[in-house]
């Protein structure tokens, strides 16, 4: 219900909003996965792109365990949040300046389609 009302949010370009309600999300559900990457949206749709870029480094959201539980082969419903997760860090890195980051962010996942 929470992850509604942050979505809605969003849609209807009220990033303070969802931002506030994501926040709350991401700490009722311990940081799970889509909650943090709600949160970042929420961030990069506000123009915070520094912070949605902390918030998705800090949590580990990309890099982390996903990664290595994609990289051995496993099938996982999460794939697609990993993949949004490096996307959304690659673009506020990028607009944060921060293109050797964004780089290093966007390699493994280049990598793997070789």
Do not use: I
Not at 18 to 46: C, I, M, N, P
Not at 70 to 78: K, R, W
Request: overall charge neutral; charged content about 25%; some cysteine.
């Amino acid at each position: 219900r929470l992850r509604a009302v942050v979505r809605d949010a969003l849609e209807n370009e009220m990033s303070t909003t969802a931002a506030w309600y994501a926040d709350k999300l991401v700490t009722l559900s311990r940081g799970q996965a889509e909650d943090v990457v709600l949160l970042a949206r929420s961030f990069h749709a506000s123009g915070d792109y520094a912070r949605a870029a902390r918030v998705l480094e800090t949590r580990k959201t990309y890099g982390g365990p996903l990664v290595t539980q994609l990289t051995a082969g496993q099938t996982s419903e999460s794939a697609p949040v990993e993949s949004r997760a490096r996307l959304l860090a690659a673009r506020c890195l990028a607009l944060c300046g921060r293109h050797a980051d964004c780089a290093a962010t966007l390699e493994p996942a280049l990598a793997s389609l070789e």
